[in-house]
T-cell receptor
Framework: GAVVSQHPSRVICKSGTSVKIECRSLDFQATTMFWYRQFPKQSLMLMATSNEGSKATYEQGVEKDKFLINHASLTLSTLTVTSAHPEDSSFYIC??????????FGPGTRLTVL | AQKVTQAQTEISVVEKEDVTLDCVYETRDTTYYLFWYKQPPSGELVFLIRRNSFDEQNEISGRYSWNFQKSTSSFNFTITASQVVDSAVYFCALSRGGQGAQKLVFGQGTRLTINP
């Protein structure tokens, strides 16, 4: 089956630092990748949609200069949280989508900003 | 705009009881997909089912079954003879249809606790 990996699975950083999260589709090519954020005991909220080689489309209220998304290839997308602050602490989940509207989720990255 | 409502925030039952998780959706699209995901404490989303808007047949997979009714815009999920391992948060989600990957709109989730 289709597998999506995320790295790192858990990261703790100091306030003001930047953190990069990688999302890879291991055995298929993803036409589109999505980044979701989930705060404790809440639902998943879409942050942005990215297509390979194009600029990401951000959802309303998501700061594009703070959450940098790069989708350099059909198997890799990265999310960089710049100048992270404690309120950015959350569970970040990516999903890789195919042309047939199948979506495969990564295992998630738990970010804690001290 | 699309919207998914899971009115049950938390459900707690005793093992072996049947339990139904409700999901009501709103969309103006004629073609769309509905999903159910399970999220155990580890956080990883586990895909359970995807149903397109043209297929209203009920689905059964082992102890799991799904009832899709377009007339009431509902896509309910029933677990028969529940087990402790079924304890998790369950999300219903909706996406547009058509070609290409589409973003998912999630409901608020239902936290299901199965007590021994």
């Amino acid at each position: 089956g289709a597998v999506v990996s995320q790295h790192p699975s858990r990261v703790i950083c100091k306030s003001g630092t930047s953190v990069k999260i990688e999302c890879r589709s291991l055995d298929f090519q993803a036409t589109t990748m999505f980044w979701y954020r989930q705060f404790p005991k809440q639902s998943l909220m879409l942050m942005a949609t990215s297509n390979e080689g194009s600029k990401a489309t951000y959802e309303q209220g998501v700061e594009k200069d703070k959450f940098l998304i790069n989708h350099a290839s059909l198997t890799l997308s990265t999310l960089t949280v710049t100048s992270a602050h404690p309120e950015d602490s959350s569970f970040y989940i990516c999903s890789a989508g195919t042309y047939y509207n199948e979506q495969f989720f990564g295992p998630g990255t738990r970010l804690t900003v001290l | 705009a699309q919207k998914v409502t899971q009115a049950q925030t938390e459900i707690s039952v005793v093992e072996k009881e049947d339990v139904t998780l409700d999901c009501v959706y709103e969309t103006r699209d004629t073609t769309y997909y509905l999903f159910w995901y399970k999220q155990p404490p580890s956080g990883e989303l586990v895909f359970l089912i995807r149903r397109n808007s043209f297929d209203e047949q009920n689905e059964i997979s082992g102890r799991y079954s799904w009832n899709f009714q377009k007339s009431t815009s509902s896509f309910n999920f029933t677990i028969t003879a529940s087990q402790v391992v079924d304890s998790a948060v369950y999300f219903c989600a909706l996406s547009r249809g058509g070609q290409g990957a589409q973003k998912l709109v999630f409901g608020q989730g239902t936290r299901l606790t199965i007590n021994p």
